[in-house]
């Protein structure tokens, strides 16, 4: 009412000065009853903001985890180079790439960065290295090029995770001597051929056949039908020469299961191999400087040394043999290297959402809208607690993903046959709430910047299209979820068969009595860490009882078990998020417990007791079955809208943490009145 009674004034006013007899009186009575408000100015946020209590290169070190000088050495030679496009907006260089080019413009420029990084050294090791540190650094570079172009690093991924990947876990010393160095260097360009138009998740189902001909010594790869043809293979469409083919094997007329072969599809000289057709899967929502391809082989022969044999081998006059017998266990040794696609999918997820995230609040600390009185300068975005619960709560569930991402990657290059349980479980269930976490926070923050986040340039609304696929590739995140929950109740089912305590897959905590929430809680408990355990454990442990005895009863009344899981889809959904939220926990913990420093302590703790508050004021579960009541759940959200307001002067340390050098950002995360001026010459690249 306030604001309506001044501006009614101001027009009284206004209308009362139309009746001055004199045009100079009229022009000075006007100027006083209506002054012109001064045009807006830009300024850092780190001029306005409070200085870090915490230090935000020892915080970045805990985040990024290892590899920092590495990072920073890659993120330099991108800025250095004209083939990653840096445009100046605002005085500043930003390097982000040309999503206006064509499709086949994005592919060939995606292949001559992948030179640049080659000549440059990135590269070495990837195959040949040998040992952790080898290892870990090139996780690290992989994450690093995917906050320029995810095209770019997909790309990159499938040559050495997937195909490289299948020849060193796959093949034998033949294969690693013949293959490694010449993947390493590029001198093949290489493809991964599993998925099929009939057949994504359910590898097990596809169609592609190949039959060993013992009178030539050769294996004949064929495709059957239609829905055979490998679909979606990222290189096959334009570069690849080589790709690792996955088929049933034929010998002697019996069908020995799904095995993977070397085959060539290309010459030298980039022509398409006899036997072998090849078409392009066309233009995508994003990933467009991938070339996604489909094949068909048509009685394509190869070696029979190009059998990857590391599981099973064909001997030269056709006896299949394998150590493992079990079709089921074989299937699985085959499957379990191939969980790198999942550890890598979820840390660049974790990595985009730190993007749109950086771009977002720092946006939000220079852009203002409406004031709160009529003479006083108009609000912060993020000094209005509605945008505060839209984004500070991601930025906490971005630092506890991170965590999980670090750990992820430590249990994969860590390794040992008697956890490959638990990293397939973990890899599934990580993957799928860390990309669905980046696609929330991506549109959420394209939103929290209004019309700058449709604007390619400002790079979180291109984003979406380019990370959407995240949820679907390398297993569809619902279909990875059920696998989750059905690992927990083979877990749950062994332990109770045997009488014996829980010890894989973090439910040692099922060993120990049951948690009880306290009746009512107070907003110190609801930060205690113990508090926040219990309640996450007591929600996977109830479900987990819950999900075993429906899927009991649905056997008890004539279902088969797949048919029992399948229709308790909603346990196990519920029971698979779950398991993860307490992982994820858990992993943030820990990494808590690493630090001794008292301010960095203290952020991690606050950033701690929102990642879980936001996790209970989110999920209806927790209200459902009974684990708040009804004014837990508001003490809860109360203490949401708290922890907002004491992340609020944090905000900018937080994302600066992220390590992302500026022009990784965009021009609204900084000037973005100046990236937005008039110039004589317009830039409209």
């Given at each position: 009412?306030?604001?309506?009674n ?8 206004h ?21 012109r408000?001064?045009?807006?100015s ?8 409070q200085?870090?209590?915490f230090?935000?290169?020892?915080m ?7 590899n ?8 330099n030679?991108m800025i250095q ?11 500043k260089?930003?390097?982000?790439p ?6 086949e ?12 990084l ?9 195959l040949?290295g040998q ?5 870990m650094?090139?996780?690290a ?13 997909i790309?990159?991924?499938v040559?050495?995770?997937l195909?490289?990947?299948a ?5 034998t ?12 260097n590029?001198l ?6 599993m ?8 590898v097990?189902?596809i169609e ?7 009178k ?16 979606w ?9 080589h ?15 799904v095995?993977?072969?070397?085959t060539?599809?290309r ?9 072998v057709?090849?078409?392009d899967?066309g ?7 991938v ?6 082989f ?5 070696p029979?040394?190009?059998?990857l044999n ?5 001997s ?6 394998s ?5 089921d ?10 969980t ?13 959402a730190?993007t ?9 600390l ?21 945008h505060?619960?839209r ?6 569930k971005t ?10 990657k ?15 479980v ?8 860390l990309?669905?976490h ?5 549109q ?6 209004g019309g ?7 790079r ?33 089912l ?7 305590p829980?010890?894989?897959?973090g ?16 907003a110190?408990?609801?930060r205690?860490?113990?508090f926040?355990n ?10 987990l ?6 899927v009991s ?5 004539g ?10 889809y ?10 993860s939220?307490?992982?994820i926990?858990q992993t ?10 008292v301010?960095?302590?203290n ?18 579960a ?26 609020r ?8 943490s ?12 900084f ?9 004589p ?5």
């Amino acid at each position: 009412m306030e604001k309506v009674n001044f501006r009614t004034q101001v027009l009284i006013r206004h209308l009362q000065q139309q009746t001055t007899s004199t045009a100079t009186a009229t022009a000075t009575a006007s100027a006083t009853a209506i002054s012109r408000s001064p045009c807006l100015s830009y300024s850092p946020p780190e001029i306005s903001e409070q200085p870090s209590p915490f230090d935000v290169s020892s915080m970045r070190k805990l985040m990024d985890g290892h590899n920092l000088v590495d990072r920073d050495w890659v993120f330099n030679l991108m800025i250095q180079s004209k083939l990653f496009n840096p445009k100046t907006r605002g005085g500043k260089v930003f390097v982000v790439p040309d999503y206006n080019q064509s499709m086949e413009q994005q592919r060939e420029i995606t292949m001559k960065r992948i030179q640049y990084l080659l000549d440059h050294g990135v590269f070495d090791g990837w195959l040949t290295g040998q040992g952790f540190e080898s290892e870990m650094r090139k996780l690290a570079l992989l994450e690093v090029i995917e906050i320029f172009d995810h095209s770019l690093a997909i790309k990159i991924g499938v040559h050495f995770f997937l195909w490289g990947g299948a020849i060193q876990f796959f093949g034998t010393k033949r294969h690693h001597d013949k293959w490694l160095s010449a993947t390493e260097n590029y001198l093949i360009k290489c493809c991964f051929s599993m998925t099929e138009l009939g057949h994504g998740s359910n590898v097990r189902g596809i169609e592609t056949v190949t039959t060993y001909d013992s009178k030539s010594g050769e294996f004949v790869i064929n495709t059957p039908c239609e829905s055979a043809q490998k679909y979606w293979i990222g290189g096959a469409a334009n570069h690849a020469t080589h790709t690792v083919v996955f088929s049933q094997l034929n010998v002697d007329g019996k069908n020995e299961g799904v095995h993977a072969f070397i085959t060539q599809i290309r010459d030298s000289d980039g022509n398409i191999c006899p036997n072998v057709r090849i078409a392009d899967c066309g233009h995508k929502i994003g990933l467009n400087g991938v070339d996604n391809g489909r094949i068909w082989f048509d009685n394509v022969r190869i070696p029979r040394e190009n059998l990857l044999n590391s599981v099973a081998d064909v001997s030269p006059d056709g006896k299949y043999l394998s150590a493992i017998k079990d079709p089921d266990q074989r299937f699985g040794a085959f499957m379990a290297p191939l969980t790198s696609g999942r550890v890598t999918i979820a840390a660049s997820a974790v990595y985009s959402a730190k993007t749109s995230l950086a771009i977002a609040i720092r946006y939000s600390l220079t852009r203002r809208a409406f004031s709160i009185t009529p003479d006083s300068a108009e609000v912060l975005l993020l000094d209005y607690p509605s945008h505060q619960h839209r984004l500070l709560p991601l930025l906490a569930k971005t630092y506890a993903m991170s965590f999980a991402a670090n750990h992820l990657k430590l249990l994969y290059v860590k390794r040992t046959p008697q956890l490959i349980k638990t990293l397939h479980v973990v890899s599934s269930s990580f993957k799928a709430i860390l990309t669905w976490h980046n696609m929330r926070t991506l549109q959420e923050c394209r939103e929290a910047c209004g019309g700058q986040g449709l604007k390619t340039e400002n790079r979180i609304g291109q984003l979406k299209g380019e990370f959407d696929v995240q949820s679907t590739f390398e297993g569809d995140n619902n279909v990875l979820m059920q696998q989750v929950s059905k690992a927990l109740l083979g877990e749950y089912l062994a332990a109770k068969k045997r009488n014996k305590p829980f010890k894989d897959l973090g439910l040692d905590h099922m060993n120990k009595s049951c948690p009880t929430i306290p009746l009512q809680l107070t907003a110190s408990t609801v930060r205690s860490v113990q508090f926040q355990n219990d309640i996450l454990c007591l929600r996977e442990r109830d479900l987990l009882n819950r999900f075993a005895a429906q899927v009991s009863k649905y056997q008890a009344q004539g279902e088969s078990k797949e048919s029992a899981v399948i229709a308790s889809y909603r346990l196990a959904e519920d029971l698979g998020r779950a398991f993860s939220d307490r992982a994820i926990f858990q992993t943030f913990v820990e990494a808590e417990n690493n630090v001794t420093d008292v301010p960095l302590k203290n952020i991690l703790s606050l950033l701690r007791s929102m990642y879980v508050l936001v996790t209970l004021d989110e999920d209806a579960a927790f209200l459902r079955y009974g684990y708040l009541t009804v004014e837990n759940a508001e003490t809860v959200r109360k203490e949401v809208a708290n922890l907002c307001s004491e992340m609020r002067p944090h905000a900018l340390a937080l994302v600066t943490s992220f390590g992302i050098p500026d022009a990784f950002l965009s021009p609204i995360a900084f000037d973005w009145i100046a990236a937005n001026s008039w110039s004589p010459v317009q830039d409209l690249d």
